[in-house]
C-alpha cells in the first residue's frame, strides 16, 4: 500500500472547523454534513476541513490531542514503557502532518507538537524494528499487533512480510518452479 | 459452546441487502484492502459495485441540474472523486490479480460446484478468458511454433506461479473467533490455539484465517 492511499484513508477522520460561511446541511454519499454557520464550530471529515482551509473559508480547531503537554506525556509514555502504546489518534501521525502543512496558523505551538509527535514516532518504529527481529528469530507464526497504527504496520509491511516468506520457502525446501515465484509482488 | 471459527463459512453473505449509503460505501472500502492485502483473488461483490455506481450516477445527475460555482457542489464532486478513485483501485487491484493467476483462477471457475458462488464477475471471467487465449496464442506465435514437434506443449496452469497463501497479513478483528488453530513453523513447536478478540489486531499466516476474511469476521489491515 502506498503511504499516499494511508493519508488518503487518515482524511477520512472527523475534524472540527468553524466556518466563515453560512451553508445549509449537505447530504453527502457518505452521510451528512453541516449545517455551517459563521463562528460556530462544526465537524467535518479532513478532506474538506483541508480544502475549505486553502480556500480561505474556514478557521481549523486542532483535536484535543494536538497539544503539547498531551504529546509529552504520550512521548515519555511511549519511552518508558516496553511495548506499544495506545495513540490518541489510529492516525496520529498523518493527521499531524496534514494539519500542520495546511493550517500551522491554527495550531498554537506547531513546531512543538511536529517535534513531539516525530519523537513518539521514532521511538515506535525502533521498538518496531526490535520486535520484528525477535518475530524471526523466533520463528513465530503469530503476533499481536494491538496499537500498531495502519501508517506503522504499512512501513515495515513489505519488508517484513516478503523477508517471513523468504525464509518459509528456504526453510520448507520447495521444489523450483512449483511456487517459488509466487511473491515478486 | 464455542463456536469452532476455523472452518466457519461465508454463508452469511446474504444478510447485506439493506444498506445505507454510508454503510454501502464502507463496505466497498472493506473489500478495496482485503483485496489489496490478500494473495489470492477473493470472491467477487457485485451488489456492492453495482449499488456505488447507482449512487455516483444519481448524484452525478443530480449536481448537472445544480448551479455552477456553489460551494456545494464542489463538496460533493470532491466525495465522488474520492469514492470513485476507490471503486477504480479496488477493480484495478482485482485486474491485476486475474492477470497474475488467470490459469488457476480459471481452472477453480470451471471446478466450481453449481450455486457456489463465483469468485469472477462476468466481466472479470470474460477478461479472464480473453487473457488467457491471448497469452496462449502470443507463445505460439513468438515462440512455440518454432519448437520441435514434441516441445509445441506448454500448460500455463504449471507454469504461472500459485497465489501464496502461507504468506503474512496484518488483519483487525471484527467479530470476535476462538479456538484458531496456529501451525508451526518448525517441527520442534507445537500447534496452538489463539482466540482472537474484537478490535485487537495480529499478524498471521493468510491461509490460517482465510475463511474469516471471506465471512467478514476480519478486516485485512
Redesign the interface.
Known sequence: MEPAEVEFLAEKELVTIAAQFSLDRIHLIGGDLGPFNPGLPVEVPVWLAINLKQRQKCRLIPPEWMDVGKLEEIRDQERKEDTFTPMPSPYYMELTKLLLNYASDNIPRADEIRTLVKDTWDTRMAKLRLSADSFVRQQEVHAKVDNLTLMEINTTRTFLTQALDHMYKLRTNLQPGESSHSQDF | MAAAGGDSNGDSDSEEMLLT??QL?HSL?QAWLNE??A?ELLESKPEIIECVVE??DH?EANLKRAKKGD??VS??H???E??R?VLS?YLRCRLVKIE?FFPHILEKEKSRAEGEPSVLSPEEFAFAKEYMANTEAYLKNVALKHMPPNLQKMSLL??V????L?????LRVLEPQENIL?????DE?REYA?SLEEG??????YR?VAPLVASGAVQL?
Open positions: 449509503p454510508a460505501i472500502e489489496k492485502f494473495p449512487q455516483l448524484m460551494l456545494k463538496v460533493h470532491m466525495e465522488i474520492r469514492i478513485y483501485s497474475k504449471k507454469s506461479p500459485k497465489p501464496n502461507d504468506s503474512f497479513v496484518f496456529v501451525e508451526p513453523e518448525t513447536q489463539i485487537s489486531q495480529h499478524l498471521i499466516r490460517t489491515i
